[in-house]
């Protein structure tokens, strides 16, 4: 993978609720953030991270909003083995990948086929994923 345009990032939207136990967590505005290049995707949340090729995104859907216990925090699903790394309950977006990859645990496992974020602008992360890299 390699870095030969421009990097497009997104930040996530942290609800002021949520953003002292997420700051215990190492979970900040400054450490949070979805960077989609020209050939990767990566989700930052704290010390949390999910690094993807941008192919391997095969469904964006936007979703919202949540419950603040399912949606909250770094969360494992146990309906389908996706990864949610959220700081909002108003909406966020899934992204389905077609290869499971490692999030919430050193090492290569668990994998998880989708992540959800609640970025500050939903719309804008899935069109720029429906668009050229």
């Known amino acids: 993978m390699s870095h030969t345009g421009p990097v497009r990032r997104f930040a996530f939207r942290f609800d002021p609720a949520f953003r002292l ?4 967590l190492g979970v900040r505005p400054e450490t949070a953030r ?3 290049g020209p050939d990767e995707l990566t989700v930052r949340f704290g010390p949390w991270r999910l690094r993807t090729d941008r192919d391997n995104v095969t469904g964006v859907e936007l979703g919202g909003p949540y419950r603040w216990w399912r949606a909250v925090g770094p969360h494992l699903s146990l309906a389908d083995g996706g990864v949610t790394f959220g700081t909002s309950v108003a909406a966020g ?9 490692p999030a919430l645990a ?5 994998r998880h086929p989708a992540v ?3 970025v500050t602008d939903p719309e804008a992360l899935r ?3 429906a668009g050229p890299p």
């Open 21 to 24: 136990p997420l700051a215990l």
């Open 34 to 36: 979805v960077e989609l």
């Open 93 to 101: 977006v899934c992204l389905r990948l077609a290869t499971p990859v």
């Open 106 to 110: 050193p090492g290569p496992w668990p």
């Open 116 to 118: 959800t974020v609640t």
């Open 127 to 129: 069109d720029a994923l």
